[in-house]
T-cell receptor, first 112, second 114 residues
Framework: AQSVTQLGSHVSVSEGALVLLRCNYSSSVPPYLFWYVQYPNQGLQLLLKYTTGATLVKGINGFEAEFKKSETSFHLTKPSAHMSDAAEYFC??????????FGAGTRLTVKP | EAGVVQSPRYKIIEKKQPVAFWCNPI?????LYWYRQNLGQGPELLIRYENEEAVDDSQLPKDRFSAERLKGVDSTLKIQPAELGDSAVYLC????????????FGQGTRLTVV
């Protein structure tokens, strides 16, 4: 079975500062990893995903994440935060059977 | 291309009443998920379908929840009777069903039980 732990339920950064959202996973099989963003009263939107190959994955809106097998991590970063990045972010893991499980989420606040 | 469509968007019911949610997945998507999202938490899987077969319903409270996916397309999730603790957002998602493909989400149905 797969599971995800997101460290930090709330993260606050200043506009223009680095964004770092942490995700650690547990999986008995090689994982597929995802980051989703959720804006208020909306469904979840895919930011990026890791399947195989290159461990540094680039997504939409300037976000990227690096898969580190030795650390069982898939942290999400963005060099410079924008006000529009304020949202809830979810890390998810899937094994080979399409069983997608989500973390508890991290709420990102961007201060002007 | 149309996304995942859910209805209704909002529903308010009294406890002990029945309620149903409807989901129309993206055309051609074999896998369909129902998740429940409580306020401030991540989505929790209730049931996953591969075509018309429920392959994972281990987290579905079967005493009051039921789901169906007739003909492997649209799906309905039902609660009968509803309890106060069922207040949450119910999310439907679909995917191609190929390993590593992402799930696409609908906007959800916000249920309030009073």
């Amino acid at each position: 079975a797969q599971s995800v732990t997101q460290l930090g339920s709330h993260v606050s950064v200043s506009e223009g500062a680095l964004v770092l959202l942490r995700c650690n996973y547990s999986s008995s099989v090689p994982p597929y990893l995802f980051w989703y963003v959720q804006y208020p009263n909306q469904g979840l939107q895919l930011l990026l995903k890791y399947t195989t190959g290159a461990t540094l994955v680039k997504g939409i809106n300037g976000f990227e994440a690096e898969f580190k097998k030795s650390e069982t991590s898939f942290h999400l970063t963005k060099p410079s935060a924008h006000m529009s990045d304020a949202a809830e972010y979810f890390c998810a893991v899937s094994g080979g059977n399409n069983d997608m499980r989500f973390g508890a989420g991290t709420r990102l606040t961007v201060k002007p | 291309e149309a996304g995942v469509v859910q209805s209704p968007r909002y529903k308010i019911i009294e406890k002990k009443q029945p309620v149903a949610f409807w989901c129309n997945p993206i055309s051609g998507h074999n896998t369909l998920y129902w998740y429940r999202q409580n306020l401030g938490q991540g989505p929790e899987l209730l049931i996953r379908y591969e075509n018309e077969e429920a392959v994972d319903d281990s987290q579905l409270p079967k005493d009051r929840f039921s789901a169906e996916r007739l003909k492997g397309v649209d799906s309905t999730l039902k609660i009968q009777p509803a309890e106060l603790g069922d207040s949450a957002v119910y999310l439907c998602a679909s995917s191609l069903g190929v390993q590593g493909t992402e799930a696409f989400f609908g906007q959800g149905t916000r249920l309030t039980v009073v």
